[in-house]
């Protein structure tokens, strides 16, 4: 065997030559889609400029209102351009801008009409409207002078007239209603407890509903919450404030126990 000491180190240097991509090489594919795309927008173009005007109206009305059913055509309840994306500034949702909603013919919207229908047949002795359309509950309350005797969970008979278009509005949407008893800082006339007292209260608005309407007591969550959450905490003459004695409710599709 020879001794290493006395041979030297051969370094072999192979050079391959690069050849040209093959026939099967992908970068010319992306190419010619790009030329194929802009082939077709170009003879859209061209297709388009030619087309008489219905058809224009047509394209327009369609990117105008997308959600309209292709078989449907034309979408009869609006002429109005009003195209996704009209509203400006940045959004949370890819649907929603910084200042509004998708139109609102796109939309299905149950609680938009109650709100309405609160606001149109109620407006008077309701206060407090809101509706949440990403959460998709509505909120509004009557005042507890309104709807009861004095000091009493008894309902008072003229305000009966307020329940019975209420009752008439719930039946109008499904999902299920809270009914939150709210009270003010004020000793309770009888020395009941504020928390029994507000639910009470509540309790009575609901048995209108299921005993004189017949509607579904599952439906119905009642709560007292005393003077937990007054409508005007300040320690100010404000505190006062008749809306602290209030029956608020809450529509959502939800079961309303867990709001």
């Known amino acids: 065997m020879a001794n290493g000491k006395d041979k030297g180190v051969t370094i072999v240097i192979k050079k391959i030559q690069g050849g040209k991509a093959g026939a099967h090489g992908g970068a010319w594919k992306v190419a010619y889609a790009d030329f194929v795309t802009a082939m077709m927008a170009f003879f859209m173009v061209m297709w388009l400029l030619g087309a008489d005007e219905e058809t224009k109206k047509s394209v327009a009305h369609y990117f105008n209102h997308p959600d309209t059913p292709y078989k449907d055509g034309r979408d009869p309840s609006s002429e109005t351009v009003n195209a996704l994306g009209e509203k400006l500034g940045e959004g949370n949702t890819i649907m929603k801008g910084a200042e509004g909603q998708v139109p609102e013919d796109l939309v299905q919207k149950p609680l938009r009409d109650l709100k309405d229908d609160v606001e149109q047949k109620l407006g008077d002795v309701t206060f407090g409207l ?5 959460v998709e509950m509505l909120k509004f309350s009557i005042l507890g002078d309104d709807l009861f005797l004095p000091g ?3 309902i008072k008979k003229d305000s009966y007239q307020y329940l019975e278009k209420l009752a008439k509005i719930f039946g109008k949407v499904q999902g299920s209603i809270l009914i939150e008893g709210h009270l003010d800082s004020k000793p309770i006339l009888s020395g009941e407890d ?3 007292f507000s639910t009470e209260r509540a309790v009575a608005v609901m048995n209108y509903f299921v005993k004189v309407h017949k509607m ?3 439906r119905f969550c009642p709560r007292g919450i ?4 007054a409508w005007s905490a300040s320690r100010s003459p404000a505190s006062n404030d008749p809306r602290n004695r209030r029956v608020e409710f809450t529509v959502t599709p939800e079961n309303a126990c867990t709001q």
């Open 226 to 229: 005393a003077s937990r959450r």
């Open 130 to 134: 809101e509706l949440d359309a990403d």
């Open 152 to 154: 009493s969970s008894e």
């Open 216 to 218: 579904d007591d599952a």
């Open 194 to 196: 504020p928390y029994l």
